[in-house]
């Protein structure tokens, strides 16, 4: 979605020109709008590339911009925030995209229920919004410097320029991992794996030695059925031989008579000769018939043995459906699948036999690539060193040494097989120490001004706050330097209460505090030329006399912004 152009309104803040001197490799922050945050009752801000500072008394809330970034950034919702006796606020932000417009992002926070972020308008969560807001800012105030003191961090400055290296150890470490996991899991559970296979065992050898087929019972039942009846079969198949041929008066010789009746006609007349020959054929098969019964008639007893061994088939195959089934074609199908996890249980016997070969092979490369990554690490770690210090000393910390020590792991993790962490002391005499132990607030967001101008930002646009902290004179000069330099390459914004700083910057922004209808509200604006050299004296001299503005002349002409 693209922003709709706004016409410029009197009582906002007029849009700024773009820096000559900046090229910011990325969407820049064009826009920043501000509703109910804290002081601010409503705020629109248009910005540009280059250096930007906020300065103004203390207390007068120039920290606040910070907060409304910081919220786009995914920072914890904290109600606070929203000024007193309002129900929401909303901080919105437009990037700007080049030809395809401005892109805009907001996070709203409410005091009853929960809050909302939108990317273009469309509802997102705030891990999304945090995500995309993370590609194009970076806020470095004293409470987020602490992203410098985790090991990952520390252990990434050196890591960004040695990608092979990585990697390389990176898919070992996941090699050995995985065959490793699948050899601990088969010892863990070797004596299940023993009993499963003693089961599988049982259960495939049951239904082997019985060899059920597919439907076979059905005709075995048939059979039991007739061996259980013989007698009865017999008895009948001799009461109907009697009808038929046994019989004082039979059902063939009254037929035999039948034929001799037509006799005289069937000489005379077809139709009757065809009837005769009609009852000559019922003759024969009534004969044959017959014959087919006097075998079941004598067939009275069942053979015990067939009996038997039809009734213990039925009886292994009737087991089977009560353990397997419940119809043969269901024991048929779990004997496919025990077979099918015999196979895998085998080949996991077979497996650790060879996986502990495997394992340790694996862990040898997993060192040689872990050893590989600490040489280069090691190579890389006192040049870096070299060049963050130069510019770290520059900033008002003359006596400070770092370092980049590697610390090997108890066993080989992801990343490598040693720890990475900063050592750091900024006190001549004292020894160093871990960063995150020694370093104040302020030094970590020079040592992070530092990385920023050495290695680069990771964003189009970086935020300080804080980053002048307990420096002036020479220090200072320093430090607005090094943020000068920054924003060459980088939308750079400083909040700020040192006029070396003020004194380079591009862009001019006052925060200022008024009371309105009995309620503070903060404001902010740009300077004017004229303004920012009255801002820049009273920054100096707390004052704008004569004096203090020739100070304040010559510095901003010894900082070429006159």
Known sequence: MTRKARAPRADKTAALPRSPV???VGPALARLEVRNLATIRELELDFAGGLSVFTGETGAGKSIIVDALGLLLGSRANTDLIRTGESDLLVTGFWNQGDVGDMSASRRLATQGRGVARLDGEVVSVRELQEWAQTRLTIHWQHSAVSLLGPANQRALLDRELPAQTEAHAHAYRAWQEARARLEGLRANERERAWQLDLLTFQSREIAETAPQSGEEEPLQAELNR???????????????????????????????AVRALNASARYDDASAALQQELRDALDSLQAVSGELRAVAEDGAADPEELARVEGRLGALGKLRTKYGPTLDDVLDFQAGVEEELAALTRDEQDAGSLDADVEALLAELRRAGSALDAARTQRAAPLAAELLAVIRE????????????QPLSEPALYGLSDVTIQFTANPGEDLAPLSDVASGGELSRVMLAISTVLGADTPAVVFDEVDAGIGGSAALAVAEQLHRLARSRQVMVVTHLAQIAARADHHFKVEKAVEGGRTVSHVRPLSPDERLEEIARMLGGNTSEAALGHARELMAGQGAL
């Open 22 to 24: 900046t090229a910011p």
């Open 227 to 257: 061996l259980a009846h013989l007698e009865t079969i017999a008895q009948s198949a001799a009461g109907a031989l009697t009808l038929i041929m046994d019989g004082e008066e039979n059902a063939l010789g009254f037929l035999a008579e």
């Open 395 to 406: 900033l008002g910390m003359p006596h400070a040494r770092l370092e980049f020590r590697l």
